[in-house]
């Protein structure tokens, strides 16, 4: 079975920091680009933060300085450590791969489903 399976979600008050995971089944045995996106009640989901196979990273301006993703590439791992979080943050949190290797094939866009965040003010 193949999941992508994210964990570290809760709630903290603003100022605080949480700390995300996100692990991929042992199925998967290669992933391009992983990242982070959060979807708001009555909000589009948008994209928080990606890293590469190869080290690139990419913020959402509302993150920058505050968030920081990191890979290790291979377990197929990403973490997403958010510090002085605000109550805008408040949203769910997915887990992405924008391409993924297994014995299958390879597949593009495949998701976790997702941990709450919930920033009190």
């Known amino acids: 079975q193949v999941q992508l399976v994210e964990s570290g979600g809760g709630l903290v008050q603003a100022g605080g920091s949480l700390r995300l995971s996100c692990a991929a089944s042992?199925?998967?045995?290669?992933?391009?680009?992983m990242g982070w996106y959060r979807q708001a009640p009555g909000k589009q989901r948008e994209l928080v933060a990606t890293?590469?196979?190869?080290?690139?990273?990419n913020y959402a301006d509302s993150v920058k300085g505050r968030f920081t993703i990191s890979r290790a590439n291979a377990k197929n791992t990403v973490d997403l450590q958010m510090n002085s979080l605000k109550p805008e943050d408040t949203a769910i949190y997915y887990c992405?791969?924008?391409?993924?290797?297994?014995?299958?094939?390879?597949?593009?866009?495949?998701w976790g489903q997702g941990t709450q965040v919930t920033v009190s003010s």
């Open positions: 992405h791969a924008d391409r993924i290797w297994t014995i299958a094939g390879p597949k593009d866009g495949y």
């Open positions: 042992r199925s998967i045995f290669s992933i391009n680009t």
């Open positions: 890293a590469t196979s190869g080290g690139t990273t």
